[in-house]
């Protein structure tokens, strides 16, 4: 979880690209903003090809390379995550608080789970003696209903 200048926790829900462009260290062009909303608004974990196509629609002159450069950059500053999946190709994540993965499996699409309030994976691992979790980085496979993948979900 990032915390901003106030103190405030920033979470995916309260991030903007304002502010992800401030931690970036970059100037805001209309090619980040574009790049940047796309990923706040999808839930699903997009691929550079699908982030592309969605920029397009809020800024039809993008290009394919303006897209995988900021989305690079911005993974490499980890203020977004870059997933592997497979072989597949690379898929990003803008939720940067602690969460694994579950793929569907009829869509390949990719939902956030979260531990449940109050547990942490000392709870629900058995883990040897001396075994400290710092991050968790897991994916599971199954069935989600349509209704977990749109936009508007939390
Ligand atoms: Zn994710």
Known sequence: MHTNTSGKE???STATPAYIVRRAGVR???QRRAVIEVLLKSYDHP???QI???AK???P???LATVYNCIESLAAQRLI???HFDNGPCRFCPNVEPHVHVMDDASNRVLDVQLKEGLTPEDVFELPEGVHIKSMEAYLRGEIPENCLTE???
């Open 28 to 30: 805001m062009t209309r």
């Open 81 to 83: 995550n870059q997933l």
């Open 47 to 49: 691929t550079a090809a």
């Open 61 to 63: 002159g993008i290009s």
């Open 152 to 154: 508007n979900k939390k």
């Open 10 to 12: 920033v979470t995916r």
């Open 52 to 54: 592309y196509e969605r």
């Open 57 to 59: 629609e809020l800024l």
